[in-house]
């Protein structure tokens, strides 16, 4: 009996042994293959490099990925944008955006058993047990930190009640920022063959995430500690963040303001980040990549994004449209306390473009089909037929300069637009004085032919009353019944 344990604890072991060495080879040639899988991809072709004079994009080994500049939307590099793919935890930045835009920090959230105990027990989370409250605030940093599916799902209830109902609120929010390729059905990514998204709406979403001083914080903080509390026991609720692009990490980026990690097995790794250098706002998306080269792919774009690319005011160099309202009142009599200006080009409009190219290159429309407050009118350019920025031309509600002041200039004489502008291209002035003073004059001859129209009117109509009265004289017949008149 002795012998026969023995002899079936050793076939136990070795058939053990034999499993262990089995699902380790086959974990080999998977990472193989996914490793050829990302590297046949750095051939696929990216849309950007058939722009005219656009520069080439580094080749990354990522199924899908997208440089935006924020500030302007224009599209840097564009590798299979539109493509539905799954987003993992990445989805968690729109989950946090709505949380943001419809909570107060101090909000307390409850975890329920549905949210803790319907995510598997190794995804994300930070160990937050049913019935335990924190606030809204806490509950952001642990999903944007430690990635916690728990509290994304608990998020999602405190706002619609049900984590479905919260994923209907999402698809309607993506369609507002302008997504298109999307169909979210979880709070936190979780793989769901009908969750998908695409690089180009991670990045609309991006757009407005980062837009958020505190959501930039947030995703850029390495270790955040819930504090013990009456509702929540745990003392020691560290979290840790794995993100390699914050500042101390192996590929840390200068001038990040944010990023958020993914993975799942389908998805494969994914990642969102944001980084500022100057007045360029770069917002980058990576889909479907593997580790650890998510990492390094966004370094690659946002440096591509920096070093080939500039952003240009439009206000320093615009002349074909010109706001010319400077001498609708003088200065020193100004009716509303200051020289204001009625109109002006928005100052801190700008677009981007190569770094090879100028701001003479650039083609431009003007639309006066707006519905923006305070805007009369927008003007889109395109770099050889490419979407680069616009300038909005805004009725003036503060004390400015106008963009286009030339008071300083000597009588008669033109500024200098040897540099900026196209010799082709007609100068259209917006001249405010001159609007005003024809719709005046315009005003004044109106009414001045109703005037005459009416005293016409009345000296034809008296001669006519004359007239009538005469001929009613001499027909009148008298009668012994003087009161009446026939």
Known sequence: MHHNNRLMRFTMGAFLFIYMVETSVLSVFAVTDFRAEAEARKSLPIETDSYENWPDGPAIGAE???????????????????????????????????????????????????????????????????????????????????????????????????????????????????????????????????H????????????????????CKMSSTTTYHIPQSATQPDDDLYIHSKNKLYAGATYAYDGLLGSKTGYTDTARQTLVSCAQRGNMKLVCV?????????????????????????????????????????????????????????????????????????????????????????????????????????ATIDVTTSEKKAEFDFSNQKENQKPDLSKVQKEETPVIFINVRRVVFYVSVGAAGLILICVIHSVISNYHF????????????????????DDFDF
């Open 286 to 390: 990576i889909m479907k990549e593997e580790s650890p080269e998510q990492f390094t792919d966004t370094v690659s774009l946002f440096d591509y994004g920096f070093d080939k690319f500039q952003a240009l005011t439009v206000a320093e160099y615009e002349t074909a449209y010109t706001v010319s309202d400077h001498d609708l009142f003088p200065s020193e009599k100004a009716i509303f306390g200051s020289a204001t200006p009625l109109l002006s080009l928005n100052e801190e409009a700008t677009v981007v473009l190569p770094i090879t190219g100028v701001f003479d290159d650039l083609d431009s429309t003007l639309s006066y089909e707006t519905d923006k407050e305070d805007v009369i009118a927008e003007i889109f350019y395109t770099y050889h037929g490419i979407p680069v920025g616009s």
């Open 462 to 481: 008296a001669k006519r009353r004359k007239s009538k009265l005469r001929r009613k004289k001499r027909k009148r017949v008298h009668s012994p019944f």
């Open 64 to 194: 899908s990925a997208i440089l935006m500049e924020a500030n302007t939307g224009t599209i840097l590099y564009a590798k299979n944008i539109h493509e539905r793919l799954y987003p993992a935890s990445t989805t968690k930045i729109l989950t946090c955006l709505i949380a943001s835009e419809k909570c107060k920090m101090d909000e307390r959230v409850k975890m329920s058993h549905k949210a803790v105990f319907t995510i598997p027990r190794d995804s994300s989370n930070v160990g937050l047990d049913e019935g335990e409250e924190i606030s809204v605030e806490e509950c952001l940093y642990a999903i944007l930190v430690g990635s916690a599916n728990e509290a994304a799902n608990a998020i999602g209830e405190h706002i619609s009640g049900s984590m479905e109902d919260f994923a209907k609120l999402m698809n309607e929010r993506a369609t507002e920022l302008g997504c298109e390729d999307s169909h979210f059905v979880t709070t936190n990514g979780l793989h769901d063959d009908d």
């Open 196 to 215: 998908y998204t695409s690089a180009y709406d991670l990045a609309m979403i991006a757009k407005a995430f980062f837009a958020n001083e505190l959501l």
